[in-house]
């Protein structure tokens, strides 16, 4: 099945809806809606009020989302030539790991957030571009601080987005200016809307000031949890481990680039501990980077039967932790 994406053609872009499809088949079957809490925000208020009583409904916009994420992520690869040759295995693995765990296949407000991250990776690597515009750095804190207006953590990706910005071009104070208005200005129109409905006081003791600290991990995790969070764990270190093959036999432009998916993927790992309560669902915050790396190492896998078996038993894991642990 892996060799239908190993070229990027369009009518095998256009499979990875399908395929989306049936990877995520319990959400399909067994619709369930998002069950939103009281300090989720305004914002979560608003979308998951409307949706609460319609889980399919949830579910087709949730498939939508992940397959244009894996489609947008396709695009930001190939167009940034990250790759060693144009191909579809990042969109492919996003599909995978964002459907990889029971609670992943709802539709919720960190796969809403992801779109908006994507948006500012893509500007992060415009910004790269000897034509880049200060519109591209305006864009990457503004996204990232719209992401954090649905999923509050984000706002630690701001790091990531500066410091990658030093890396990458010479960042001159006024584009480091033009940067910080960016990160502010969301947070600017969405209170000035929240006071204007006189809901500021509720947004901000429901959702800035009960979020803003560290996560309550006095709970525990029972076995199974501790096995996904060991094998996210050992996802990311594999990645890291990976480093200097991914980088092998590029550009110094696509060099830049790969760098600043690890940098958020560094500052994504600190994201999981800034929310009230850490549960598995957080753990969607990895997986845009670890798309991108693991669609590299399939693609450079030397033997295609090897990668064959270990998408197929991805697939089946996935499907056996959607029937068996659906609660999780």
């Not at 939103?36 to 925000?41: A, F, H, I, T, W």
């Not at 087709?60 to 191909?87: D, E, H, M, W």
Request: aromatic share 20%.
């Amino acid at each position: 099945m892996l060799e239908f994406f190993r070229k990027n053609l369009f009518f095998n872009s256009l499979l990875l809806l399908p395929y989306t499809c049936i990877v995520r088949i319990y959400s399909l079957i067994y619709p369930r809606a998002y069950q939103l809490n009281s300090d989720e925000g305004y914002v979560n208020q608003l979308i998951f009020t409307y949706l609460n009583d319609k889980p399919l409904i949830q579910s087709i916009i949730g498939i939508a989302l992940v397959f244009f994420q894996a489609s947008y992520i396709n695009f930001i690869v190939n167009k940034n030539r990250i790759a060693t040759s144009p191909n579809l295995f990042p969109g492919v693995a996003y599909v995978v790991l964002a459907s990889i765990l029971p609670s992943f296949q709802v539709l919720n407000p960190i796969l809403i957030a992801l779109t908006f991250l994507l948006i500012s990776i893509d500007s992060l690597f415009r910004c790269a571009s000897k034509f880049s515009s200060s519109g591209n750095i305006f864009n990457v804190s503004f996204f990232i601080s719209l992401a954090s207006m649905i999923y509050f953590p984000c706002w630690i990706l701001i790091f990531a987005g500066y410091i990658s910005l030093v890396t990458i071009r010479s960042f001159k104070i006024k584009e480091r200016i033009q940067y910080i208005i960016g990160g502010v200005i969301p947070f600017f129109l969405f209170s000035t809307y929240y006071n204007w409905n006189e809901v500021l006081g509720k947004y901000m003791s429901s959702y800035l000031s009960e979020n803003a600290t560290a996560s309550n991990l006095t709970k525990g995790f029972n076995t199974y949890q501790i096995i996904v969070v060991s094998g996210f764990v050992c996802l990311a270190l594999f990645s890291f481990f990976k480093y200097n093959d991914y980088r092998k036999k590029k550009n110094v432009a696509s060099q830049k680039k790969i760098d600043i998916l690890y940098w958020f993927l560094i500052f994504s790992l600190p994201m999981l501990f800034f929310w009230k309560n850490l549960e598995l669902i957080h753990f969607l915050v990895l997986v845009p980077s670890l798309s991108v790396f693991f669609g590299m190492f399939f693609l450079d896998l030397k033997n295609r039967g090897f990668a064959e078996i270990i998408h197929v038993v991805a697939i089946v894991l996935i499907w056996i932790t959607q029937f068996q642990f659906a609660g999780l």
